[in-house]
Protein backbone atom coordinates (compact mmCIF):
# COMPACT_ATOMS: atom_id res chain seq x y z
CA UNK A 1 0.00 0.00 0.00
CA UNK A 2 1.05 3.68 -0.65
CA UNK A 3 0.33 6.99 -0.59
CA UNK A 4 1.25 9.70 -2.68
CA UNK A 5 0.43 13.42 -2.46
CA UNK A 6 0.92 15.74 -5.43
CA UNK A 7 0.04 19.65 -5.69
CA UNK A 8 -2.27 20.73 -8.27
CA UNK A 9 -2.65 24.63 -8.75
CA UNK A 10 -4.96 25.64 -5.73
CA UNK A 11 -6.03 22.09 -4.87
CA UNK A 12 -4.21 19.25 -3.78
CA UNK A 13 -4.21 15.48 -5.01
CA UNK A 14 -3.47 11.86 -3.80
CA UNK A 15 -2.65 9.03 -5.25
CA UNK A 16 -3.43 5.29 -3.03
CA UNK A 17 -2.55 1.96 -4.13
CA UNK A 18 -3.54 -0.98 -2.10
CA UNK A 19 -3.54 -4.75 -3.16
CA UNK A 20 -7.93 -4.81 -2.60
CA UNK A 21 -10.34 -2.24 -3.14
CA UNK A 22 -11.59 -2.56 0.16
CA UNK A 23 -7.90 -1.61 1.39
CA UNK A 24 -7.96 1.07 -0.93
CA UNK A 25 -10.92 2.60 0.24
CA UNK A 26 -9.49 2.27 3.41
CA UNK A 27 -6.21 3.81 2.74
CA UNK A 28 -7.59 6.55 0.72
CA UNK A 29 -9.88 7.10 4.34
CA UNK A 30 -6.68 7.80 6.09
CA UNK A 31 -5.39 9.57 3.57
CA UNK A 32 -7.88 12.47 4.10
CA UNK A 33 -6.96 12.67 7.92
CA UNK A 34 -3.03 12.90 6.42
CA UNK A 35 -4.39 15.94 4.65
CA UNK A 36 -6.38 17.04 7.35
CA UNK A 37 -4.02 17.21 10.60
CA UNK A 38 -0.06 16.79 10.82
CA UNK A 39 0.07 13.54 12.76
CA UNK A 40 -2.72 11.30 11.99
CA UNK A 41 -1.06 8.81 14.23
CA UNK A 42 -2.07 10.67 17.33
CA UNK A 43 -5.32 10.15 16.80
CA UNK A 44 -6.97 7.87 19.06
CA UNK A 45 -8.94 5.10 19.23
CA UNK A 46 -12.18 6.23 21.51
CA UNK A 47 -15.18 5.98 19.04
CA UNK A 48 -16.58 3.74 16.40
CA UNK A 49 -19.29 4.81 14.19
CA UNK A 50 -20.66 3.00 10.88
CA UNK A 51 -20.88 4.83 7.67
CA UNK A 52 -23.33 2.84 5.23
CA UNK A 53 -23.28 4.62 1.48
CA UNK A 54 -24.75 3.50 -1.90
CA UNK A 55 -22.51 4.91 -5.37
CA UNK A 56 -24.08 4.73 -9.02
CA UNK A 57 -20.67 3.28 -9.88
CA UNK A 58 -17.52 2.51 -8.32
CA UNK A 59 -15.96 6.33 -9.21
CA UNK A 60 -19.48 7.97 -7.13
CA UNK A 61 -19.25 5.48 -4.30
CA UNK A 62 -15.14 6.25 -3.84
CA UNK A 63 -16.11 10.13 -3.73
CA UNK A 64 -19.29 9.68 -1.70
CA UNK A 65 -17.15 7.98 0.86
CA UNK A 66 -14.58 10.67 0.77
CA UNK A 67 -17.43 13.55 0.98
CA UNK A 68 -18.51 11.36 3.65
CA UNK A 69 -15.21 11.32 5.80
CA UNK A 70 -14.74 15.28 4.88
CA UNK A 71 -18.90 15.84 5.65
CA UNK A 72 -17.81 14.16 9.30
CA UNK A 73 -15.02 16.26 10.06
CA UNK A 74 -16.70 19.37 9.19
CA UNK A 75 -19.74 18.85 10.88
CA UNK A 76 -19.09 16.74 13.66
CA UNK A 77 -15.44 17.33 14.11
CA UNK A 78 -14.59 13.30 14.43
CA UNK A 79 -11.45 12.33 13.02
CA UNK A 80 -11.12 8.97 11.79
CA UNK A 81 -7.79 6.98 10.88
CA UNK A 82 -9.19 3.16 11.53
CA UNK A 83 -11.43 1.42 8.60
CA UNK A 84 -13.02 -2.16 8.45
CA UNK A 85 -14.59 -1.63 4.86
CA UNK A 86 -17.49 -4.08 2.97
CA UNK A 87 -18.27 -3.42 -0.19
CA UNK A 88 -21.72 -5.72 -1.82
CA UNK A 89 -22.71 -5.48 -4.74
CA UNK A 90 -19.71 -4.32 -6.06
CA UNK A 91 -19.14 -1.57 -6.44
CA UNK A 92 -22.51 -0.33 -5.56
CA UNK A 93 -22.24 -0.40 -1.45
CA UNK A 94 -20.29 0.38 1.27
CA UNK A 95 -20.43 -0.42 4.91
CA UNK A 96 -17.42 0.86 7.27
CA UNK A 97 -16.85 0.45 10.55
CA UNK A 98 -14.79 3.37 11.81
CA UNK A 99 -12.76 4.70 14.19
CA UNK A 100 -11.10 7.44 15.58
CA UNK A 101 -11.92 10.11 18.53
CA UNK A 102 -13.13 13.98 18.48
CA UNK A 103 -10.94 16.95 17.13
CA UNK A 104 -8.83 18.82 19.79
CA UNK A 105 -7.34 21.75 17.70
CA UNK A 106 -4.96 22.09 20.49
CA UNK A 107 -3.70 18.80 20.20
CA UNK A 108 -4.40 17.42 16.74
CA UNK A 109 -2.82 20.22 14.42
CA UNK A 110 -4.38 21.07 11.37
CA UNK A 111 -2.30 20.63 8.02
CA UNK A 112 -5.70 21.40 5.39
CA UNK A 113 -9.19 22.45 5.50
CA UNK A 114 -10.50 20.19 2.52
CA UNK A 115 -13.36 21.90 1.25
CA UNK A 116 -14.36 19.50 -1.48
CA UNK A 117 -13.40 16.67 -3.90
CA UNK A 118 -13.33 17.35 -7.98
CA UNK A 119 -13.89 14.54 -10.14
CA UNK A 120 -11.28 16.38 -12.27
CA UNK A 121 -8.76 13.66 -13.27
CA UNK A 122 -10.23 11.40 -10.74
CA UNK A 123 -9.21 7.87 -11.23
CA UNK A 124 -10.53 4.70 -9.76
CA UNK A 125 -9.11 1.36 -11.53
CA UNK A 126 -7.36 -2.44 -10.74
CA UNK A 127 -3.65 -2.63 -11.75
CA UNK A 128 -1.39 -5.48 -12.63
CA UNK A 129 -0.83 -5.48 -8.80
CA UNK A 130 -4.55 -4.52 -7.05
CA UNK A 131 -5.86 -1.09 -7.32
CA UNK A 132 -4.92 2.37 -7.75
CA UNK A 133 -6.51 5.82 -7.46
CA UNK A 134 -6.14 9.18 -8.11
CA UNK A 135 -8.66 12.23 -6.52
CA UNK A 136 -7.90 15.99 -5.98
CA UNK A 137 -9.27 17.72 -3.21
CA UNK A 138 -10.10 21.62 -2.97
CA UNK A 139 -8.72 23.26 -0.07
Not at 107 to 125: C, F, G, M, N, S
Request: negative net charge.
Amino acid sequence: MAVEVFDHTADIGVRVTAASLEELFAEAGRAVLALVIENPDAIELRHTVTIEIEGEDLDALFVDWLRELIYRIDAERLLLREFSIQLHNRPRRLRAECQGEKADWTRHRPEHELKAITYHQLRVAQTATGWEASVIFDI
